[in-house]
């Protein structure tokens, strides 16, 4: 059983500033490339970043410059560290781990998403 847990959305000012993270937790051989999507009301679920296991990132153009992505191997977890929010932002934030539970098995993980809402 792997679980993916997020935490750190709320409620923000444009402008302001949240911290993103997610937690793997369970029967984890390794991980492979971990990011975050979000999801906003009405809309499809998009990319936001990516990084892999050697920390190449990548980002969609929207945030370029305002988010970081950042992991912890040895805690099992992925930040998102997210600056200069817009109104435009909010949404439910998914975080997403390829990971192998056997040396020849990997598989997706979402996590449940935490709400981020940026107030006008």
């Known amino acids: 059983q792997v679980q993916l847990v997020e935490s750190g959305g709320g409620l923000v000012q444009a402008g302001g500033s949240l911290k993103l993270s997610c937690a793997a937790s369970?029967?984890?051989?390794?991980?492979?490339?971990m990011a975050w999507y979000r999801q906003a009301p009405g809309n499809q679920r998009e990319f936001v970043a990516t990084i892999t296991d050697e920390g190449s990132t990548k980002y969609e153009d929207s945030v370029k410059g305002r988010f970081t992505i950042s992991r912890d191997n040895v805690k099992n977890e992925v930040y998102l560290q997210m600056n200069s929010l817009k109104p435009e932002d909010t949404a439910v934030y998914y975080c997403?781990?390829?990971?192998?539970?056997?040396?020849?098995?990997?598989?997706?993980?979402w996590g449940k998403g935490t709400l981020v809402t940026v107030s006008s």
């Open positions: 369970g029967s984890i051989f390794s991980i492979h490339d």
């Open positions: 997403y781990a390829g990971i192998s539970t056997t040396r020849y098995y990997n598989e997706d993980y």
